[in-house]
Nanobody, 120 residues
């Protein structure tokens, strides 16, 4: 059974950093497209960053230059390094995986999310 578990969220001050992890079990992440999405209170879910099975990477304009997505094959984990965090980055962050859909809300497998709160 495919399972994704996010971790690394928490409370951080503006300008701070966090690293989110998305650990997979039941499948090898390398063969899948992986996406990070977020949903803030009262807002729709939005894509943050994605990495394709071939290594292609995309970022939302709002996080370019601040967030970095990476994949650790040995740990079967994808990371989202978030620097220079802003209050508007506050949201529940989800990772998703799919063999075919890339960077889409239609991706097949989703984790339960991890809460990131940016506040002083």
């Amino acid at each position: 059974q495919l399972q994704l578990v996010e971790s690394g969220g928490g409370l951080v001050q503006p300008g701070g950093s966090l690293r989110l992890s998305c650990a997979a079990s039941g499948f090898t992440l390398d063969y899948y497209h992986i996406g990070w999405f977020r949903q803030a209170p009262g807002k729709e879910r939005e894509g943050v960053s994605c990495i394709s099975s071939g290594g292609g990477i995309n970022y939302a304009d709002s996080v370019k230059g601040r967030f970095t997505i990476s994949r650790d094959k040995a740990k079967n984990t994808v990371y989202l390094q978030m620097n220079s965090l802003k209050p508007e980055d506050t949201a529940v962050y989800y990772c998703a995986a799919d063999r075919y859909n890339y960077c889409s809300g239609r991706m097949n497998s989703w984790g339960k999310g991890t809460l990131v709160t940016v506040s002083s």
